[in-house]
Nanobody
Framework: QVQVVESGGGLVQSGGSLRLSCTASGQILSTYTMGWFRQAPGKERKFVAAITWSGTSTSYADSAKGRFTISRDNTNNTVYLQMNSLKPEDTAVYYC???????????????WGQGTQVTVSS
């Protein structure tokens, strides 16, 4: 079982940047695909980005392409989400999760953190 903790959220103006971090403990992180999801109030949890255990393959939601970059440092058991050109519609709680498969479906992920709030002001 992997335990993950997200950090790096905050309040930023439209057009700004944030870097989210997800630090894992427990089983070796390098064996898992890691994903970022987000959930706005009253809405369902949505896929943002995922990266394979090796880091050689990534996947992004259309809303994240060209603005967000997912990366990982297996030595430090950490996954990052660099978010640039942020928009008010990116406001949500962002969650990190681990999966044994490369997927953009949240049901494939079984280790979730508590989330970190990202708020983008207009």
């Amino acid at each position: 079982q992997v335990q993950v903790v997200e950090s790096g959220g905050g309040l930023v103006q439209s057009g700004g940047s944030l870097r989210l971090s997800c630090t894992a403990s427990g089983q070796i992180l390098s064996t898992y695909t890691m994903g970022w999801f987000r959930q706005a109030p009253g809405k369902e949890r949505k896929f943002v980005a995922a990266i394979t255990w090796s880091g050689t393959s990534t996947s992004y939601a259309d809303s994240a392409k060209g603005r967000f970059t997912i990366s990982r440092d297996n030595t430090n058991n950490t996954v990052y989400l660099q978010m640039n050109s942020l928009k008010p519609e990116d406001t949500a709680v962002y969650y990190c999760a681990a999966s044994s498969m490369f997927s953009n479906n949240y049901r494939a992920y079984d280790s979730w953190g508590q989330g970190t709030q990202v708020t983008v002001s207009s």
